[in-house]
Each structure stands twice: as structure tokens, then as C-alpha cells.
């Protein structure tokens, strides 16, 4: 499930119903248990077609929707232009192999994480781009044993987190108020008709003042 792939499912990407109600529960949640306010400048990472910073950036200054999959960008792009929205930028980056001097008071990065293998990397580098009391939100699935995406899938670096050793990592990198819940379950169909849920966790944290 490399960037090809995620290309070529930009097109039909909010076609599917469980993706778009996912993105809503995480919307939702980081709404519920976070302080968004309009003068926050936000970064999403691994911004997709956008399914849930365009449902925060109302409450924001500003969303820097980053993203290395030039197709779902174009997506994003086109939901812009159609809605006249004018204080989301689309950006092609691999925050793992360049940087961006900028520091933002809300970092988020939903369903993104288990695609990255270089995780302990990439967490680093979203706390040295918070703003001091800035804050740093996760939303993955729990550790599961590799059925969420099969034995199919390439670009899958970790089958989940277990989010009690990912708030370790932030505390360690000087987060504080680290506390995660569960905020949706993904009901899947396997190919024998087995129903199984995959639950999804919020992990928030912020960076001293
Ligand atoms: C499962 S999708 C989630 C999209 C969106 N966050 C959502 O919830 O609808 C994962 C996204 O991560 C992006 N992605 C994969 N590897 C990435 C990387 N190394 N850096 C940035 N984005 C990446 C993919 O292109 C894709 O848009």
C-alpha cells in the first residue's frame, strides 16, 4: 500500500461509507476532547482527501493538510476550489525525509501512522514543530494481527499501536497531559463473510509551555 496505490485510490477514496464514518468519529473526537480555537495554526499529516481536517479547519486559524500521495492531494484540492475554502493548504511532503520550518499549535495524523516505519522519527520531528503548548494528536488503529489490511497489503509498517507505549514516546520527547482513549471500532467483512472489529484510539498530548 505504497504512494502508487494510494494514488490510484484517491479517485473512489470517499466512496467508501466506513472510511468517511471513521473520519467523522476522529473529527469528532479530537473536537470533543481537544481546545481547538480559531487562532490555532494546525498541520494534519497524511491529510488523505482531506475527510477530516476539512471537518476541522472551520474551527481553525489555519490547516497545512501535508500529504505524499499527489493523487489524493489533487483531491483535496478540488474539494477547495468547488467549496471556496481558502484557509486549508495542500502540501506534497515526507516530513521523514525533508523538514519544514514551521511551528504549529495543533498536529494531527489520523490512520497514518501504521504506514510509516520510521515512527519513532516521525513523532520527533511533530514535537520540535509544536509550538510551546502546542498539541499533538494520534488516531490509529490498536494492535491487530495484520487481518485490517491482509496478506495483500505493501506500505504497512505496523499492524496498530499499542497507544500506552506511543505515550511513553511522547512523554519522553516532553509531552505532557499524554492520555488516550478509544474513540471508534472499524466493523470489517472478511472474504468468509467473518465480521471483525478493529478499534481505533486518540492519543493527545501537549508540549510544555
Ligand atoms: C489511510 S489514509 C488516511 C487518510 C486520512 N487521514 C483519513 O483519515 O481519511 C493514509 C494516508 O497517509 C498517506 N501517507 C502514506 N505514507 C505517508 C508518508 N510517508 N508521509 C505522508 N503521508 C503518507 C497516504 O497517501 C494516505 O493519504
Known amino acids: 500500500m505504497g504512494g502508487k496505490h ?10 467508501k461509507q ?6 467523522a468519529a ?9 481546545p481547538l480555537n480559531g487562532e490555532m495554526t494546525a498541520l494534519e499529516y497524511g ?7 476539512l471537518a476541522l479547519a472551520p474551527q481553525l486559524k489555519s490547516l497545512t493538510a501535508v500529504d505524499t500521495s499527489e493523487g489524493m492531494l489533487a483531491v483535496l484540492a478540488r474539494k477547495l476550489a468547488e467549496k471556496a475554502i481558502t484557509n486549508v493548504k495542500p502540501l506534497n ?9 514551521e511551528k504549529f499549535d495543533l498536529i494531527f495524523c489520523a490512520m497514518t501512522l501504521h504506514h510509516i516505519q520510521e ?3 516521525l513523532l520527533t520531528t511533530f514535537c520540535e514543530m509544536l509550538r510551546a503548548g502546542g498539541i499533538l494528536a494520534l488516531a490509529d488503529l490498536y494492535e491487530e494481527d ?10 504497512v509498517s505496523h499492524h496498530g499501536f499499542n497507544p500506552e507505549n506511543l505515550a511513553e514516546t511522547l512523554k519522553i520527547r516532553g509531552l505532557i497531559q499524554v492520555h488516550s482513549t478509544t474513540i471508534h471500532s ?3 467483512t472478511s472474504g468468509s463473510g467473518e465480521q471483525r472489529s478493529y478499534p481505533v484510539f486518540l492519543l493527545s498530548g501537549r508540549k510544555k509551555k
Not at 494510494?6 to 466512496?15: L, R, V
Open 119 to 121: 515512527k519513532d522519527q
Open 47 to 53: 491529510c488523505g482527501t482531506g475527510l477530516v481536517g
Open 6 to 15: 494510494f494514488d490510484t485510490a484517491a479517485a473512489d477514496w470517499d466512496q
Open 18 to 23: 466506513r472510511r468517511v464514518e471513521l473520519a
Open 26 to 34: 476522529i473529527a469528532a473526537a479530537i473536537k470533543d476532547n481537544l
Open 186 to 188: 472499524i466493523v470489517k
Open 146 to 155: 495484520g487481518s485490517f489490511h491482509g496478506p495483500e497489503a505493501d506500505g
Open 93 to 101: 511532503l515526507d516530513l521523514v525525509r525533508s523538514s519544514l520550518p
